[in-house]
């Protein structure tokens, strides 16, 4: 086949939890206090080559619940991961399917394993609101320009 006659390959071989962490440092008193907490929710992508055209794509998304600024309800860490297969893609093109697809297809699992985890803790389920990850791509990869003739002198 020649190069013209390849097709690209953009596939899901696994979605997993990678990682998964719950803390209530402050139990039982905790559930006893009264207002409305504040949600602080942070979001970190990082993708590596697995072997020729695997990639393991991981989103973090770490979600804290706190009253007042000092008194932490809850903290809950998920990193959903997923084995994608790209092949036959340009080499250009792959950082953005990395930096962008692959979180969107791993956000509504961050969702509902966020959502789940609050609820078994006893709290309310926290929904994350969606995210515009090509937004959060374009951010980094200008902070990455920004950074770059710093470390160049």
Do not use: W
């Not at 007042?68 to 792959?94: H, M, N």
């Not at 950082?95 to 803790?121: H, K, M, Q, W």
């Amino acid at each position: 086949m020649s190069e013209e006659q390849k097709q690209s390959v953009f596939g899901i071989e696994k979605v997993y939890v990678k990682d998964l962490s719950l803390e209530i440092p402050n139990a039982p008193q905790i559930f006893l206090e009264q207002g409305s907490p504040a949600i602080n929710v942070e979001v970190h992508t990082k993708a590596e080559q697995l072997g020729e055209g695997v990639y393991e794509a991981v989103l973090t998304v770490t979600v804290t619940s706190k009253l007042e600024a000092d008194k932490t309800v809850f903290l809950v860490e998920v990193s959903q991961a997923g084995i994608f297969r790209i092949q036959d893609v340009p080499q250009e093109d792959i950082e953005p399917l990395l930096g962008i697809a692959c979180p969107n297809i791993l956000y509504p699992y961050v969702r509902e394993v966020v959502s789940d985890t609050v609820v078994r803790a006893g709290f309310p389920p926290v929904v994350l609101q969606p995210m515009n990850f090509e937004g959060i791509y374009q951010q980094q990869k200008q902070m990455q320009a920004a950074e770059q003739p710093a470390t160049t002198h």
